[in-house]
């Protein structure tokens, strides 16, 4: 049975018993893996001992798995605490944003299925949403690497079409089915219309650029652009797009179209 070491985040967890329970992890090298902590949740010794700190939603740390052919959950025999992001649990908004990315993780990504790249870019949005006046740019940046990482890049540049440059205007639609952007009339079709501020907003992402938090409610739109192209990608809403594409003024905030 393959035993392995390697940085972990968090991103399901689930009671198995009083004493044990049953997490989903974005490992480093290894992908996603699903997993079960005998004794996680005791108090002995020497429960604390092999499980320091604890393993919490959203938690990092080094996990020692061996994975079984014969069934489909891991065995987490060890972990070690590293961050415990403390910051999520006094900001509602980042805790928020935090649990979608985690939600979106682990739907997108298939089991053992190594992607260092997503896990860089969670553990990057993680530390990110510690910064209060940098939340939507934060959840921005994520989306963009994880759609880079699973080959499934916007094309913001070309007219997904047409395969010509895209000109400058005040609008640009988005067809989910083609991946992009494009001139067509979105009006009676299933393309979604992109103001040019929000085009503009993600090809600063896309390019490494830096960005500061200037018009929140352009980095909203960004925001509930992608999401809503993800769950195009996906097939179905996740509960967690709720905070993202929610128009109550108590999530991220503006009335109005997601992106119009």
Sequence with gaps: MPRFTDNAICIRDMEWSESSQVVVLLTQQHGKVRGLAKGSRRNSPSAIARFSGGINLLSQGQAILTTKPATQLASVTEWDLQEDHYHLRTNLQAQWFAMYAADLTNALLADEDPHPGAFAALGSLLKGLAVPGNLALALLRFQWA??????????????????????????????????GLTMRNGMHDET??????????????????????????????????????????????????????????????????AFS
């Design 146 to 179: 994880l759609l880079v990482d699973v080959g499934y890049r916007p094309e913001l540049q070309q007219d997904v079409e047409k395969g010509v440059a895209l000109p400058k205007a005040k609008a640009y639609s988005f067809d989910p089915k083609l991946g």
């Design 192 to 257: 979604w219309r992109v103001r040019s501020n929000t085009v503009e907003l993600l090809r600063a992402i896309a390019s490494g650029e830096t960005v500061l938090e200037q018009d929140r409610e352009v980095a909203v739109r960004a925001n509930r652009l992608l999401c809503t192209y993800f769950r195009s990608l996906i097939d179905k809403q996740l509960p967690t797009m709720d905070f993202i594409l929610s128009n109550s003024p108590n999530a991220i905030g503006i009335s109005g179209k």
